[in-house]
Nanobody, 123 residues
Framework: QLQLTESGGGLVQSGGSLRLSCAAS????????IGWFRQVPGKEREGVSC????????YYRDSVKGRFSMSLDKAKRTMYLQMDNSHPGDTATYYC????????????????WGKGTPVTVSA
């Protein structure tokens, strides 16, 4: 059973940087699709980025392209989301996820989820 635990959320000023971490236990992240979602209260959860093992590609939603970057440290079984040049619109609870069928549309349904870490970007 794969378990995911996020950390690294907090308060950052607009234009600042934050790095979110997602540690995996139970299984490795080497051969499955991984990614990040975010959700604001009252709104639907939205895909932020994902890596597809099938295409060996990483996809990002348009609003974070050039500012966010996801990566995976296989040895540490930890994925990361580097958030640079943050905007107040990035304020949300961020969730890491793993599963299959990550696509460029970021409309996928991972089977494993973390519990989330809150990020607040102040103006």
């Amino acid at each position: 059973q794969l378990q995911l635990t996020e950390s690294g959320g907090g308060l950052v000023q607009s234009g600042g940087s934050l790095r979110l971490s997602c540690a995996a236990s139970g299984l490795t992240l080497d051969y499955i699709d991984i990614g990040w979602f975010r959700q604001v209260p009252g709104k639907e959860r939205e895909g932020v980025s994902c890596f597809s093992t099938g295409t060996d590609s990483t996809y990002y939603r348009d609003s974070v392209k050039g500012r966010f970057s996801m990566s995976l440290d296989k040895a540490k079984r930890t994925m990361y989301l580097q958030m640079d040049n943050s905007h107040p619109g990035d304020t949300a609870t961020y969730y890491c996820a793993a599963g299959s069928h990550c696509t460029y549309r970021l409309l996928w349904s991972p089977g494993s989820w973390g519990k989330g870490t809150p990020v607040t970007v102040s103006a």
